[in-house]
Protein backbone atom coordinates (compact mmCIF):
# COMPACT_ATOMS: atom_id res chain seq x y z
CA UNK A 1 0.00 0.00 0.00
CA UNK A 2 1.78 3.08 -0.70
CA UNK A 3 1.83 6.07 1.22
CA UNK A 4 0.16 9.37 1.42
CA UNK A 5 4.14 10.80 0.85
CA UNK A 6 4.35 8.12 -2.29
CA UNK A 7 1.36 9.64 -3.68
CA UNK A 8 3.00 12.93 -3.14
CA UNK A 9 5.84 12.02 -5.03
CA UNK A 10 4.04 11.03 -7.87
CA UNK A 11 1.38 14.09 -8.27
CA UNK A 12 1.30 16.68 -10.33
CA UNK A 13 1.49 20.12 -9.46
CA UNK A 14 -1.40 22.34 -8.67
CA UNK A 15 -1.03 24.62 -11.24
CA UNK A 16 -0.32 21.68 -13.51
CA UNK A 17 -3.53 20.04 -12.97
CA UNK A 18 -5.83 23.70 -12.78
CA UNK A 19 -4.21 23.52 -16.39
CA UNK A 20 -5.62 19.95 -17.15
CA UNK A 21 -9.02 20.85 -16.08
CA UNK A 22 -11.72 20.87 -18.44
CA UNK A 23 -15.20 20.77 -16.42
CA UNK A 24 -14.55 24.23 -14.01
CA UNK A 25 -11.04 25.28 -15.46
CA UNK A 26 -13.00 28.81 -16.18
CA UNK A 27 -14.97 29.12 -13.04
CA UNK A 28 -11.25 27.91 -11.09
CA UNK A 29 -9.15 30.90 -13.16
CA UNK A 30 -11.85 33.61 -12.10
CA UNK A 31 -11.31 32.48 -8.09
CA UNK A 32 -7.52 32.35 -8.23
CA UNK A 33 -7.32 35.65 -10.28
CA UNK A 34 -9.73 37.60 -7.88
CA UNK A 35 -8.58 36.24 -4.57
CA UNK A 36 -5.60 38.11 -2.87
CA UNK A 37 -4.19 36.31 0.19
CA UNK A 38 -4.49 38.44 3.42
CA UNK A 39 -0.79 39.53 3.93
CA UNK A 40 -1.11 40.40 8.00
CA UNK A 41 -1.63 37.20 10.27
CA UNK A 42 1.35 35.21 10.10
CA UNK A 43 -0.72 32.22 8.62
CA UNK A 44 1.94 32.60 5.41
CA UNK A 45 5.33 34.00 7.41
CA UNK A 46 4.87 30.17 8.94
CA UNK A 47 4.16 28.69 5.97
CA UNK A 48 7.22 29.56 4.71
CA UNK A 49 9.16 29.20 7.38
CA UNK A 50 7.62 25.11 7.82
CA UNK A 51 7.90 24.31 4.31
CA UNK A 52 4.87 21.43 4.62
CA UNK A 53 4.13 20.00 1.53
CA UNK A 54 0.45 19.62 1.05
CA UNK A 55 -1.28 16.70 -1.21
CA UNK A 56 -4.43 17.60 -2.43
CA UNK A 57 -7.59 14.54 -3.33
CA UNK A 58 -9.39 16.12 -6.09
CA UNK A 59 -11.40 16.51 -9.15
CA UNK A 60 -12.11 19.29 -11.68
CA UNK A 61 -15.63 18.54 -11.99
CA UNK A 62 -16.45 19.02 -8.19
CA UNK A 63 -17.60 22.74 -7.60
CA UNK A 64 -16.38 22.43 -3.64
CA UNK A 65 -12.39 22.04 -5.16
CA UNK A 66 -13.07 24.50 -8.23
CA UNK A 67 -13.54 27.45 -5.32
CA UNK A 68 -11.25 25.47 -2.68
CA UNK A 69 -8.36 24.45 -5.20
CA UNK A 70 -7.73 28.09 -6.65
CA UNK A 71 -7.42 29.35 -2.76
CA UNK A 72 -5.42 26.98 -2.42
CA UNK A 73 -3.22 27.59 -4.97
CA UNK A 74 -2.81 31.57 -4.01
CA UNK A 75 -1.76 30.32 -0.82
CA UNK A 76 0.95 28.09 -2.37
CA UNK A 77 2.18 30.49 -4.37
CA UNK A 78 2.33 33.38 -1.39
CA UNK A 79 4.43 30.67 0.46
CA UNK A 80 6.28 28.92 -1.95
CA UNK A 81 5.12 25.91 -1.23
CA UNK A 82 4.43 22.67 -2.87
CA UNK A 83 1.32 21.93 -3.41
CA UNK A 84 0.37 18.09 -5.41
CA UNK A 85 -2.48 16.89 -6.78
CA UNK A 86 -3.88 13.18 -7.08
CA UNK A 87 -7.48 12.25 -9.00
CA UNK A 88 -9.81 11.00 -6.59
CA UNK A 89 -10.84 8.28 -8.74
CA UNK A 90 -7.78 7.16 -10.28
CA UNK A 91 -6.92 5.39 -7.02
CA UNK A 92 -9.32 4.96 -4.20
CA UNK A 93 -6.95 3.48 -1.90
CA UNK A 94 -6.28 6.94 -0.72
CA UNK A 95 -9.43 8.71 -0.41
CA UNK A 96 -10.87 5.70 0.96
CA UNK A 97 -8.39 6.38 3.91
CA UNK A 98 -9.62 9.44 3.98
CA UNK A 99 -13.53 9.49 4.06
CA UNK A 100 -15.86 12.58 5.31
CA UNK A 101 -18.57 11.15 7.39
CA UNK A 102 -18.64 7.86 5.50
CA UNK A 103 -18.26 9.09 2.00
CA UNK A 104 -15.00 10.30 -0.64
CA UNK A 105 -15.90 13.99 -0.58
CA UNK A 106 -13.28 16.14 -1.97
CA UNK A 107 -11.02 18.15 -2.44
CA UNK A 108 -9.24 16.83 0.89
CA UNK A 109 -6.01 18.83 1.49
CA UNK A 110 -3.33 17.05 3.93
CA UNK A 111 -0.76 18.82 4.96
CA UNK A 112 2.29 16.35 5.41
CA UNK A 113 5.25 16.86 8.42
CA UNK A 114 9.06 16.69 7.55
CA UNK A 115 8.66 12.65 7.81
CA UNK A 116 5.47 12.25 5.16
CA UNK A 117 3.49 11.88 7.56
CA UNK A 118 -0.17 13.49 8.02
CA UNK A 119 -0.15 15.92 10.39
CA UNK A 120 -3.80 17.59 9.75
CA UNK A 121 -6.12 16.76 7.05
CA UNK A 122 -8.83 19.76 5.66
CA UNK A 123 -11.46 19.72 3.63
CA UNK A 124 -14.14 19.29 1.45
CA UNK A 125 -15.38 22.69 2.51
CA UNK A 126 -15.16 25.51 5.17
CA UNK A 127 -16.84 24.56 8.11
CA UNK A 128 -19.41 27.62 7.91
CA UNK A 129 -19.93 27.06 4.23
CA UNK A 130 -21.06 23.20 5.09
CA UNK A 131 -23.38 24.19 7.45
CA UNK A 132 -25.07 26.59 4.87
CA UNK A 133 -24.92 23.68 1.93
CA UNK A 134 -26.00 21.22 4.43
CA UNK A 135 -28.79 23.71 5.97
CA UNK A 136 -30.39 24.66 2.07
CA UNK A 137 -30.12 20.81 1.36
CA UNK A 138 -32.90 20.62 3.67
CA UNK A 139 -34.97 22.49 1.12
CA UNK A 140 -34.60 19.64 -1.21
CA UNK A 141 -37.69 17.15 -2.31
CA UNK A 142 -36.62 13.76 -1.86
CA UNK A 143 -34.59 11.91 -4.26
CA UNK A 144 -37.38 10.15 -5.82
CA UNK A 145 -39.56 13.25 -6.49
CA UNK A 146 -40.38 14.24 -9.81
CA UNK A 147 -38.65 17.57 -9.18
CA UNK A 148 -35.86 16.07 -7.37
CA UNK A 149 -33.35 16.96 -10.43
CA UNK A 150 -34.59 19.76 -11.71
CA UNK A 151 -34.21 21.12 -7.69
CA UNK A 152 -30.78 19.50 -7.76
CA UNK A 153 -29.63 21.08 -10.28
CA UNK A 154 -31.07 24.72 -9.37
CA UNK A 155 -28.69 24.32 -6.45
CA UNK A 156 -25.77 23.69 -7.76
CA UNK A 157 -25.66 26.35 -10.25
CA UNK A 158 -27.09 28.79 -7.19
CA UNK A 159 -23.75 27.34 -5.21
CA UNK A 160 -21.53 27.70 -8.56
CA UNK A 161 -22.45 31.47 -8.93
CA UNK A 162 -21.83 32.09 -5.49
CA UNK A 163 -18.34 30.31 -4.97
CA UNK A 164 -17.22 32.28 -8.21
CA UNK A 165 -18.14 36.19 -7.08
CA UNK A 166 -18.50 36.00 -2.98
CA UNK A 167 -15.10 36.86 -2.16
CA UNK A 168 -16.35 36.43 1.52
CA UNK A 169 -16.85 32.92 0.68
CA UNK A 170 -13.42 32.80 0.00
CA UNK A 171 -11.91 34.67 2.88
CA UNK A 172 -13.97 32.01 4.70
CA UNK A 173 -12.09 29.14 2.93
CA UNK A 174 -8.96 30.76 3.73
CA UNK A 175 -9.44 31.61 7.65
CA UNK A 176 -10.91 27.73 8.07
CA UNK A 177 -7.28 26.27 6.41
CA UNK A 178 -5.63 28.83 8.75
CA UNK A 179 -7.71 27.61 11.49
CA UNK A 180 -6.95 23.99 10.54
CA UNK A 181 -3.24 23.82 9.73
CA UNK A 182 -1.45 26.71 11.73
CA UNK A 183 -2.00 24.91 15.11
CA UNK A 184 -0.26 22.21 13.82
CA UNK A 185 2.81 23.72 12.01
CA UNK A 186 2.72 25.86 15.39
CA UNK A 187 3.35 22.98 17.76
CA UNK A 188 6.44 21.62 15.44
CA UNK A 189 7.93 25.02 16.30
Known sequence: MKTEKQYFDEAISLADYT???????????????KFE????????ELLKEKKPEILVITEDWCGDAMMNNAILRRIAEAAD????????????????????????????YLLLDGNGEVAAKWGPRAASIQQDVLERRKQLPPKDHPDFE???????ETLMAEYTSRPELWLTVYEDLRKTFMPVLQEKA
Do not use: C
Not at 37 to 44: A, N, R, Y
Not at 150 to 156: C, D, G, P, V
Open 150 to 156: EKQRAFI
Open 19 to 33: SKMEKHKENTERVYE
Open 81 to 108: LDVRTVYRDADTDLIDRHLTNGGRSIPI
Open 37 to 44: VPQDDGFI
